[in-house]
Structures are given as C-alpha cells and as structure tokens.
Nanobody, 118 residues
Framework: QVHIVESGGALVQPGESLRLSCATSGIPFEWATMAWYRQAPGKQLNLLTTITTTGRTTYADSVKGRFTISRDNAKKTVYLQMDNLKPEDKAVYYC????????????WGPGTQVTVSS
C-alpha cells in the first residue's frame, strides 16, 4: 500500500523559514522523480520544484533562490526548505511521486497548509 504524507506546514511571519517533509512508503522511492506543488485559495495547482533520481532539480521562477528541494533515499523522504517566505506563499503544499517504467504512475499526499502572515 502506498503512503505519501506531507508534514511541517505552519503559520509563520514574512521573512521566516519553514521546512516541509514528505515521507513515503510502498513505492520504490529511489526510482521516483519527486515534486512539490502548491495550491493557493481559489487558484490552480502549480508545480514548484522537482528532483530526479539522480538529484537534478528544477524550480519555478516564483520560488527560485528561496526554496530548495532535497531527498534522502535511505529515509524515503523528500524535503522542501522554504526561506524568506512571503504572504503570497500561503497555500496548501502537496508532494508528488512520479514513477516511469513500463507504465507511468504518480501518487499524491493529502497536503499540508502553509500560512505566511504578520
């Protein structure tokens, strides 16, 4: 059974930092491209960052230079370090695991809320 669970969401003030975690089980994590998305109230789901099995990363312009994705294959966990948070970063943050082999499978967590407010 596959489990994808995000944690670490909180209420923080502008300029502060937060680290999100995404713990997985039931998937071959070391073969998965992992990603973080977010969805702000009333807006569409947006891709923020990805990390491949070899550690290659990509970032959306809106978070480049402020957010850092990393993975720990031994712990089957991916992280999102978020620095210099802004009010517009308020959203539900989702973790995604993408597996591409003979077929494509992707899995989602339930999300974790991040609120940035003074």
């Amino acid at each position: 059974q596959v489990h994808i669970v995000e944690s670490g969401g909180a209420l923080v003030q502008p300029g502060e930092s937060l680290r999100l975690s995404c713990a997985t089980s039931g998937i071959p994590f070391e073969w998965a491209t992992m990603a973080w998305y977010r969805q702000a109230p009333g807006k569409q789901l947006n891709l923020l960052t990805t990390i491949t099995t070899t550690g290659r990363t990509t970032y959306a312009d809106s978070v480049k230079g402020r957010f850092t994705i990393s993975r720990d294959n031994a712990k089957k966990t991916v992280y999102l370090q978020m620095d210099n948070l802004k009010p517009e970063d308020k959203a539900v943050y989702y973790c995604n695991a993408l597996l591409q082999g003979g077929s494509v499978s992707d899995y989602w967590g339930p999300g974790t809320q991040v609120t940035v407010s003074s």
